[in-house]
DNA sequence: TTATATATGCTCATATTGAGCATTGCAACC
DNA sequence: GGTTGCAATGCTCAATATGAGCATATATAA
């Protein structure tokens, strides 16, 4: 590949004719199909949900997977429009608060098995919408994020399944000796399972969601590693895969959203695109809590997110709370046109 | 469309013959061609450089643009990695950090001219280098971010451009009257400019860098608006253009990146990509301030950067500083491995 | 009526941040 | 050789922000 390829670009639209073997060649080898991809997100019942459809299984056994949808410039001027429209074909779902989150190139070993198939870019987007809006979904159903990803789970403390099967086979894999020759890893094994999960004195960071499910996968710990490469063969993997799969690169992209909303929720008052309009400061507690587990102080909560002019009383108050009644409160919209909209400042890192 | 897109892809591997007319129709309509963009930044005497190649001029007169090419699946496995080859086979340079930043999908309706031309995806990535890595390039050269964002260089403070030109002609553009019934504007435009630009009690966020040129770009007032948008001929723009153009969809991507690189210096030790092996305490403050804008105390500056641990003296002193001799410093590599590893917490909006 | 549970107001110790003064040590100049 | 200028470095102090807990208010349920 000797061609200046930054130059292509222009030949093919500047009409210099020449040029075109470089643009056969450019077409035969750089096309690509674009899938979009949705991780749409909610919290129900103080449970983080993301909309998931089930269809037939994969390689490895996984029937869910996030609602996706090629995109067809002819038909839809922007990416976001393109996903915005189908959704709302798909799912009958209008969808508000929408972010690009990343592309993915590489789908695993298993989509380059059929030489002539194209070849698949996942851009994966994150929405974040209300209760309130979830009827009428044409198909597909809702179901625990964390469901997918079990350790994540702190809301009851600590999970159970981090001890109990994630760092025991973690650790088995950071010990399993190189084979001889095999060049040096800049990262040891060892310090990677620290870093990610928080072992040894290092702290669990709750954003780091996508590094552990990497990590996991990178182990052959998670179901899709299974499907994808040729050496976790079912008979190598004696236990049961970690957390429930999901087909093609999902759960990757499900692992992005998360870490995502986690980190986003602290600098940007996007939790209320999760919030019903009215609600007590206690429920928006829990819906930061629901995200991010369970760690915060109620008296500074409130102090923060009053003091921040995140929400403004409504003067009504909601009784049958199981105590004193609670003021109701709505998001103040103003703030997103003051100094840079702050969002739940909570510390990270608490635990 | 009525199909069931989230099957396509599961019937297109899964081998269901019945249904090739979709895959048909997805091939036809959502094939697309992938560009791969590298905005690669380094700092040169306290200057923020990009890497920038000259190519013939565009419809705006542009001839500048970022280093980019296809993504061919055939030859890479992943997206990063055909980045990497490529900017090695172009510009001679190994690509150290780099991180991706934003798939843009319209490119304005200059790329619908053609409508057999296949649909470019730009998928915009950022690269951090050393000058001293910046030897032997092939093609290309460095040129000053600031030469096509003037408003963003607060170096030597305030820049004049923005009211000596900028502001002045966003505020003809946002007191310009609708057409009428048209439907009214969700945000207004005063507001938008107010919140993008720190006017009227509104602070400056200098990481709002694409948001100002993409408000520029809306109210015509830079040359990519006039060469993409047919209501912005020649004759409407009587005054010159804000900024050097750059080619397609370049400056945007040029945005992204400076944006990003002034948000993730705060939260991530990046900074040090930039830095070469040993430096003075006010070296490091010097690059963080051609990137952030100068507004550093610098006695606060070392006690940040040293009780965060970034940083370790080497026992070496540089001597002609024009003062005192200076320590150096290194980076201490261990930060990475330790608890979230923090960047240069310099608080944003001080200006 | 009392127990209980939550809502809410307030205090206080501690950590972090912003700003400035004071001192040190090389280099250039007399 | 001393003096002066300039940047590097050390240190203080007030203003805020943060983390934790105590105290009180007001519902519902037994």
Known sequence: MS?????????????????????????????????????????????????????????????????????TPRDHRTLESGLRSWVNE???????????????????????????????????????????????????????????????????????????????????????????????????????????FGVDGAMWDEEKVLERYELLYEAGLVGEALRDRPEFTPAAMTEEPLGSGMRFDHRRILATAIGRVRAKIKYRPVIFELMPDEFTLFELQRTVEAILGPHLHKQNFRRLVESAGLVEATGEVRTRTGGRPAKLFRFRREVLLERPAPGVRVKANRI
Not at 26 to 35: H, K, L, N, Q, W
Not at 40 to 65: C, H, K, Q
Not at 111 to 125: L, R
């Open 3 to 71: 061609i200046e390829m930054h130059t292509q670009r222009a030949s093919s639209r500047g009409g210099d004719p020449k040029r075109s073997p470089a643009r056969d060649l450019r077409i035969d080898a750089g096309t690509v199909e674009i899938g979009l991809n949705a991780a749409i997100v909610a919290v129900a019942d103080n449970e983080p949900v993301a909309l998931v459809v089930r269809e037939e299984a994969d390689a490895s056994g996984a029937t869910d997977g996030l609602p996706f949808g090629p995109f």
């Open 90 to 196: 798909q799912a009958g779902l209008d969808l508000g608060y929408v972010e690009q989150l990343y592309t993915f190139g590489d789908r695993g070993r298993h989509a380059e098995d059929d030489d002539t198939a194209p070849h698949v870019v996942s851009i994966g987007y994150l929405a974040l919408t209300r209760v309130n809006d979830m009827r009428e979904l044409q198909r597909g159903s809702w179901h625990s994020w964390y469901q997918y990803f079990p350790w994540e789970d702190w809301r009851k403390g600590r999970p159970p399944i981090l001890d109990g099967a994630v760092l025991p086979r973690l650790r088995e894999w950071a010990e399993r000796p190189q084979r001889p020759g095999a060049p040096p890893r800049p990262i040891l094994r060892t310090d990677r399972v620290r870093i990610c």
